[in-house]
């Protein structure tokens, strides 16, 4: 009798412990690899890891049966030349083939009008990407509603884990957008369609974490973001725009934001055990961080060259830099550009729209002048009066002018760009006088450099402009010509 009562509670604590093995799973991984503030920038250079060596790293993680979530912080598409010729297309393609698993929108996704980005979401053109495209407290003013081909949010299901992931753009940043093309929309405050739609994941949909993606540098949204708790709570931050450059763990969350450019590729891993974070950690990697960043990637590579093909003429080295030019001087460059191409008095370039400067001893083509001027922001001549050119100035020191310093009350004409001209911030207006040119600033970089490798030996953005006097009448063989 003994023995069989032995037997039995054997029996019973064995069935106990295959209960609790059941009920308790080992710690599952999750990889979170992260990307914002891209630009087009898929191919590798001096400042960018390029598309084919993350590509690479991220098919190796799969391989080695890693739970790998990629994601994009938005400003992905425009600012590179083979981007930008094909309204971002190379850069959808390449980050469906590395698995991306949401992108959200940027206020460069605006550049070329939202619909030329959302096109690749709505069933509207021949290629839709893979991936959704995310942003909550994005609507439109006559609708009141998401854009088509945005949503909210992406729930997705990885080892077991329910994944709610929030994507949001930046408040206020309709400013940096150009008028015409965010006026139709605007930008919620983003903290509470985060707080709302965190906890409908939760309630309704049964997520276990939910991560915010904002393009928003994060200076006033992580911390409301990180008070959020119970159902509203955050496990996860990931910001951009400012691209800056950091990682870090906040009160057991990870925040972080992976420069620009393809500078750094984020990396955030949270540990769960039984469904609750056991454990994190972010950092920003780089190849010297991990070789893998530098290995080519057959199928990327593969997508770059056949768009690569098709413009190769405009990456032709038309000329040498002669020595170091600073983005203050590239921007003053332009102004002249614009001054002469116009036959204006006064002409002002942005600081913002110079993108970078140009180091000693570089080989420079149509596709290099277009990492520096990557706006292709179109040329607008107005008559303004000498107070609001004054205003320009005091904002805007990087100007050219026809010689006149000391300016007499009366008005002038005034060429600027697009943004400068329709910023809410200056208040212009058309009038009789506004002319809106056929060319952009893009046009008349081309232009120039095409006349100065037939004139001068080297580039210096001190030589006399070249460019023809008569443009307001002329074509100006650019991008704007050869694309369709």
Not at 140 to 169: H, N
Not at 462 to 475: A, K, M, Q
């Amino acid at each position: 009798m003994k023995r069989l009562l032995t037997i039995i509670n054997i029996a019973i604590l064995m069935l106990i412990l295959g209960c609790q093995a059941d009920s308790e799973t080992g710690p599952i991984i999750l990889d979170f690899y992260y990307l914002n503030d891209l630009h087009g920038a898929i191919t590798a250079s001096d400042s960018s890891m390029g598309l084919e060596g993350i590509a690479a790293l991220l098919d190796d993680e799969r391989a080695m049966g890693k739970n790998v979530i990629f994601l994009a912080g938005g400003d992905m598409l425009q600012g590179s030349l083979i981007s930008n010729y094909f309204y971002g297309l190379p850069t959808i393609e390449s980050l469906d083939v590395m698995g991306l698993d949401a992108f959200v929108v940027g206020n460069h996704e605006f550049d070329w009008g939202l619909e030329y980005v959302t096109q690749y979401y709505d069933g509207t053109h021949a290629y839709q990407a893979k991936h959704p495209f995310l942003a909550a407290n994005i609507v439109e003013k006559r609708t009141q509603s998401i854009p088509e081909g945005i949503q909210p949010y992406l729930i997705l299901e990885v080892a077991g884990v329910k994944i709610g992931i929030v994507g949001t753009i930046g408040y206020g940043l309709e400013s940096s957008i150009l008028t015409p093309m965010v006026e139709d929309y605007e930008f919620f405050n983003p903290i509470f369609m985060i707080e709302y739609f965190a906890k409908h994941l939760r309630n309704s949909e049964n997520v276990d974490l939910v991560v915010s993606l904002n393009h928003d540098r994060g200076l006033s949204l992580n911390p409301q973001l990180l008070a959020l708790e119970h159902d509203a709570s955050i496990d996860a931050i990931f910001n951009g725009h400012s691209h800056r450059v950091y990682a870090d763990i906040i009160a057991g969350v990870p925040v972080i934001q992976s420069g620009g450019y393809g500078s750094h590729l984020g990396h955030v891993q949270i540990t769960l055990e039984n469904n609750i974070v056991t454990s994190v950690t972010a950092q920003n990697l780089t190849h010297f961080q991990d070789a893998r960043l530098m290995h080519s990637h057959p199928r990327v590579g593969d997508i770059i060259e056949t768009y690569f093909l098709e413009i190769d003429h405009l990456y032709t080295p038309l000329l040498n830099t002669e020595r170091y030019q600073t983005r203050e001087e590239l921007t003053h460059f332009m102004s002249r550009l614009m001054l002469k191409a116009t036959g204006a008095d006064f002409a002002f370039h942005n600081l913002g729209g110079t993108r970078s400067a140009l180091p000693a001893l570089e080989s420079l083509s149509k596709a290099r002048m277009t990492d520096v001027f990557p706006f292709n922001n179109r040329v607008i001549t107005t008559t303004l009066t000498t107070e609001q050119i004054n205003q320009l100035i005091q904002f805007n020191p990087y100007y050219a002018s026809t010689g006149m310093l000391a300016m007499q009350e009366g008005t002038y004409t005034v060429a600027l760009h697009d943004y400068i001209f329709y910023h809410p911030a200056n208040g212009f207006l058309e009038d009789d006088s506004t002319v809106i040119h056929p060319y952009t600033i893009v046009d008349l970089v081309y232009a120039e450099l095409d006349l100065r490798h037939h004139m001068y030996a080297t580039f210096n953005v001190f030589d006399t402009i070249l460019i023809y006097e008569d443009l307001l009448t002329s074509e100006i063989p650019g991008v704007s010509d050869e694309k369709d």
